[in-house]
């Protein structure tokens, strides 16, 4: 599944053209980051993206903490990005690499079956989350 890396590197730069993506077990990372997301559980280490520049800051305001705008900042150019993707060439991609995402799925327990309905319930999370 390692030689995937380069592959979908590629791809993906074409897509959104920067370097979001960690170098090594894309696929693995990501099935193991969606995996837990789809269960509500989100779980940094597994990211298959790079830890975003700078601190998390928060500020404290007549006794309440806040996020402290730079720390939203820090997400920008991952927002450009979700923003920059063609969904066709993605969809395309993810078509091409199901049977990685399987295998990759498999190997952290799941029986014999599909990736694509753990995905999907990642995906359905996302959109239900309320602004």
């Known amino acids: 599944m ?4 380069p592959y979908f590197l590629n791809q993906i730069k074409q897509s959104i053209g920067n370097d979001l993506f960690v170098s090594l077990d ?6 193991v ?3 837990n997301f789809s269960r509500g559980e989100l779980l940094r280490k597994f990211s298959p993206l790079v830890k975003p520049i ?4 928060v500020y404290e305001h007549q006794g309440a903490l806040y996020i402290n705008s730079k720390s939203y900042q820090r997400y920008n150019s991952y927002a450009h990005s979700v923003d920059a993707i063609d969904v066709e060439k993605f969809i395309d991609l993810y078509i091409q690499l199901t049977p990685l995402f399987d295998k990759a799925y498999q190997e952290i327990g799941y029986p014999a079956g599909s990736f694509t309905q753990t995905f999907d319930k990642a995906i359905e999370l996302i959109i239900n989350t309320p602004i």
Request: net charge negative; no cysteine; glycine share 6%.
């Open 2 to 5: 390692h030689e995937s890396d």
């Open 54 to 57: 700078g601190k998390f800051e």
């Open 33 to 35: 980051f969606i995996d």
């Open 26 to 31: 894309i696929i693995r990372k990501m099935v």
